[in-house]
């Protein structure tokens, strides 16, 4: 995640060509120091030094001389490996994908990102580019992914609840209606703070009460989609109505080939959340470890299953 990247030396950087103020927003070595400081001060408060250096961390216009129709290097986003991601279909013969973005939300009629996808054969890689390009000026933070290595899981997902053939959703509702009657006969009874001599001794009983308790499960959070970033998959449309995506060349439906997220666990099951990652305790490196967050939480990139060549596309969520 976010560079560097298996770049070729005499290959151009992808950049925005698209019209729109390329200067002003955030800094991009002010986002990252921010983010190292608040790192940094995880188990404490800030330092004089820490909180002086936040303060000079404003948005504004940094780069006047940069124009709106100069052409910005892309922020590098993701790094792919077919051999270590099954569900990676692109080009025949290409076994690495590269994404790209530019971090402003300004693009076409929804205003939004821009998404580069790149398929290469890695081994045709020679000298590799460095320094890599990089955009000056971001328009919000939350357009940069934190840079780190990926371990990527292969789980089964089940289609969205409400794609499903009727009968089948009922059948859903019935076995969902029935863990429920199960779970409220095996309830436990929270213990009364009358029944103890100190706070301490109640609240430890009660921790342990809840850790008795069985968890809730249901199709759409614990069975159906994964929350997080992954390749291939189903699609969520817990916001809006289901709606087509389709190839604009050959009209094929087009899947989602990556899912950006907020949240590699949404916090209504653990059921998807990786069993290292469970006493983890809300640590923001399993829960958020890219701290991107676009449109309303949610991005996808769709590509065509006839010719992955074809334009994609984007949802969100």
Same mark, same amino acid.
């Given at each position: 995640?976010? =560079? ?18 390329? =200067? ?8 990252? *120091? $921010?983010?190292?400081? *608040? ?10 030094? #820490? ?9 504004? &216009? ?16 993701? *790094? ?11 080009? @025949?013969?290409?076994?690495? $994908? ?27 890689? =020679? ?18 992914? &934190? ?18 053939? #009727? @009968? ?13 009657? @199960? ?5 436990? @009874? ?16 009660? +921790?342990? +009460? ?7 499960? &249901? ?6 989609? +994964? ?67 676009? =449109? ?20 969100? *969520?």
């Amino acid at each position: 995640m976010a =560079g560097p990247l298996l770049w070729p030396a005499d290959e151009p950087w992808p950049v925005c060509k698209a019209v729109h103020p390329k =200067g002003t927003g955030h800094l991009l070595s002010d986002v990252r *120091q $921010l983010r190292r400081i *608040q790192e940094n001060a995880r188990e404490r408060e800030y330092t004089d030094e #820490e909180q002086r250096l936040i303060e000079g961390m404003t948005e504004g &216009n940094h780069v006047p001389e940069l124009q709106e129709r100069a052409p910005l290097p892309m922020l590098a986003v993701a *790094q792919l490996y077919a051999r270590e991601i099954p569900d990676l279909v692109g080009p @025949e013969d290409h076994d690495l $994908l590269q994404v790209f973005w530019c971090p402003f939300e300004v693009h076409g009629a929804d205003r939004t990102i821009d998404v580069v996808l790149k398929w290469r054969r890695s081994t045709g890689v =020679g000298a590799v580019l460095t320094p890599q390009p990089e955009p000056p000026v971001v328009g919000r933070k939350e357009c940069v992914p &934190n840079m780190c290595v990926v371990h990527p899981e292969r789980v089964v997902e089940h289609e969205y609840l409400g794609l499903l053939e #009727e @009968e089948l959703q009922e059948e859903i509702d019935e076995w969902e209606e029935g863990l429920l009657d @199960e779970e409220e006969e095996d309830e436990v @009874e929270p213990p009364s703070s009358a029944s103890y001599a100190t706070y301490e001794e109640y609240a430890e009983a009660m +921790a342990v +009460a809840q850790a008795a308790e069985p968890e809730e499960i &249901n199709y759409m959070s614990d069975l159906s989609i +994964a929350p997080g970033w992954k390749v291939g998959g189903f699609a969520s449309w817990h916001l809006t109505d289901p709606a087509p995506v389709d190839c604009g060349v050959c009209g094929a439906a087009m899947p989602p080939l990556l899912t950006v997220a907020t949240w590699e666990c949404d916090g209504a099951s653990r059921s998807w959340l990786p069993i290292e990652d469970r006493d983890a305790g809300g640590d923001p490196h399993a829960t958020n470890p890219t701290d991107v967050y676009l =449109g309303r939480g949610l991005m996808r990139v769709h590509t065509c299953p006839t010719d992955p060549a074809h334009p994609h596309r984007l949802s969100f *969520q």
